[in-house]
Structures are given as structure tokens and as C-alpha cells.
């Protein structure tokens, strides 16, 4: 009998997978991104340190002034403000995870964000 895999079972497969081929350093960090049904999460992160260097989300700032979090919209938004982040700190050049997630849609929006505010990957 085959059995059943939810697709966020298959999604930390992927995303194994995608982790044993990346590793954030210290002169190139790791951006990772995650996305829930209702937001979009992103970390810059040493993982040699295993430290988090920047994060930004669509769920910052008071519940009544942010919008919804889960469309491409806001994933531009988290981009250019996790570039602006990273460059505040010096970051110019980063590794790209998705997470597992298809490069499409939300992760693509982000990506092509902080492409366009100056992160390199």
C-alpha cells in the first residue's frame, strides 16, 4: 500500500537535500527563506558560527499598519528590507536557500527584490 507524504514533508526532504550543496560563511552568508500561509520569514545567517546576522519578515510592526504578508507584494518588501539590512552590516554577497520551496511565486518576488536593492547571489 503506497502511503501518504504531506508537502511539507517533502518540502524538508528537498530542503536536506539543498543543505548538503549550501553553507553560509562569514564573507558569504546563507539567505534563507521561509513562508507560512500567511507570511514570508528571511534570515541572513553564519553557518559556521551558526549565528543569525539580519532577519526580516512580513509580520513585523503593529498588527493595524501591516497588510496581509502572504502575497508577492509583501515577499518584495521583505526583500529590499533584508538587502538594506544586510548592507547596513557590510553584507554584499550572499548564498541563495529556498528552503525547498519551488522558485517561483513569493520566493522568486523576494529573491528579485533584494537582487534589485543590491544583495548579490
Avoid: C, W
Avoid at 5 to 23: A, D, L, Y
Avoid at 60 to 88: D, L
Avoid at 90 to 103: A, E, P, S, W
Amino acid at each position: 500500500m503506497l502511503t501518504q507524504t504531506s508537502k511539507n514533508t517533502n518540502r524538508r526532504h528537498v530542503h536536506e537535500r539543498i543543505r548538503k550543496k549550501i553553507e553560509g560563511t562569514a564573507e558569504r552568508p546563507r539567505l534563507n527563506v521561509y513562508r507560512s500561509l500567511n507570511h514570508v520569514y528571511v534570515q541572513v545567517i553564519d553557518d559556521l558560527k551558526g549565528t543569525t546576522i539580519v532577519s526580516a519578515n512580513s509580520a513585523e510592526g503593529k498588527k493595524g499598519e501591516r497588510k496581509t504578508g502572504g502575497n508577492v507584494a509583501s515577499a518584495k518588501a521583505v526583500g529590499k528590507a533584508i538587502a538594506e539590512r544586510a548592507k547596513a552590516k557590510g553584507i554584499k554577497q550572499v548564498v541563495f536557500d529556498r528552503g525547498g520551496y519551488i522558485y517561483h511565486g513569493r520566493v522568486k518576488a523576494l529573491a528579485e527584490a533584494a537582487r534589485e536593492a543590491g544583495l548579490e547571489f
